[in-house]
């Protein structure tokens, strides 16, 4: 089983962002976290970031993953390029904000790509990632 964990623009910056809004972790402890996660329940992850449309769409792409979790960051808003990638990967997937999207300014309150996953997350901070790659592992044992 293999989950792969898409983070988009700006989100290497964690840390140095606000952290009123995104905490303190950094993007290396979101990936130390996630990984420590995928050992503990026997899953094996990989976590692609990139602030570049094209870098996330090729990724996707490769199609050799089972589950996917995905920030899109600022991508949600408007990008149907990824929209219709998530469209085309028939695996679990959730959609995971660090925020509260619809806590904030109204142009981040509108997902293009939420309606393409099973679900979103928002405002839970990093722990959203965690609880999405429990859903993601619960719906592929379902499913084998």
Not at 51 to 70: K, Q, S
Request: proline letters at 2%; charged letters at 30%.
């Amino acid at each position: 089983m293999k989950v792969l964990v898409v983070n988009g623009p700006n989100l290497n910056m964690l840390g140095k962002r606000d952290k009123n809004i995104y905490g303190n972790f950094s993007h290396e402890d979101l990936v130390k976290m996630i990984e420590d996660w995928g050992r503990k329940n026997d899953v094996e992850v990989e976590v692609f970031q990139s602030n570049h449309e094209g870098e996330i769409l090729d990724r996707l792409h490769r199609l050799d993953f089972d589950g996917l979790v995905i920030n899109p960051g600022a991508f949600t808003h408007y990008s149907y390029a990824i929209r219709d990638a998530l469209e085309i990967v028939k695996v679990p997937k959730v959609e995971v904000h660090i925020s509260n999207i619809h806590r904030r300014e109204e142009f981040r309150r509108r997902s293009v790509t939420a309606e393409v996953c099973d679900g979103q997350i928002s405002g839970l901070g990093v722990y959203g990632y965690l609880l999405a790659l429990e859903y993601i592992k619960k719906k592929l044992e379902e499913l084998t």
